[in-house]
């Protein structure tokens, strides 16, 4: 199973990004988002199972992202929509993939590369 992340880029406070994790070939596994910020440890944001089911982790990012599944043939493409960014959002975001939805690194064997999503005016 490989996992690629795109999407990052610059955008200004306040504005939208969505980010894409395609993941192939085809899995079931549940499909995370992590960031991890300059200076800090990586964080679990948000989760999807291979029933659409969603985890959030933590508050730092409710209400402003999103996590969605859509199944291609050969592959999977889940989405982190990201909305009223602020600077503390900026940080690489990974995808990684999963037995279950749950919130540690360790149980999640499957990592992506990472996009880099910076905030700022």
């Known amino acids: 199973l490989q996992l690629v992340e795109s999407g990052g880029g610059l955008v200004q406070p306040g504005e939208s990004l969505r980010l894409l994790c395609t993941a192939s070939?085809?899995?079931?596994?549940?499909i995370a988002w992590f960031r991890q910020a300059p200076g800090k440890e990586r964080e679990a944001l948000l989760c999807?199972?291979?029933?659409?089911?969603?985890?959030?982790?933590g508050d730092a990012v409710k209400g402003r992202f999103t996590i969605s599944r859509d199944n291609a043939e050969n592959s999977v493409n889940v989405y982190l929509q990201m909305s009223d960014l602020e600077p503390e959002d900026t940080a690489d975001y990974f995808c990684?993939?999963?037995?279950?939805?749950?919130?540690?690194?360790?149980?999640?064997?499957?990592w992506g590369q990472g996009t880099r999503v910076t905030v700022s005016s």
């Open positions: 990684a993939a999963g037995q279950i939805c749950k919130s540690r690194q360790r149980d999640f064997a499957i």
């Open positions: 999807i199972g291979p029933n659409n089911s969603t985890t959030e982790h």
């Open positions: 070939p085809k899995t079931y596994y549940s």
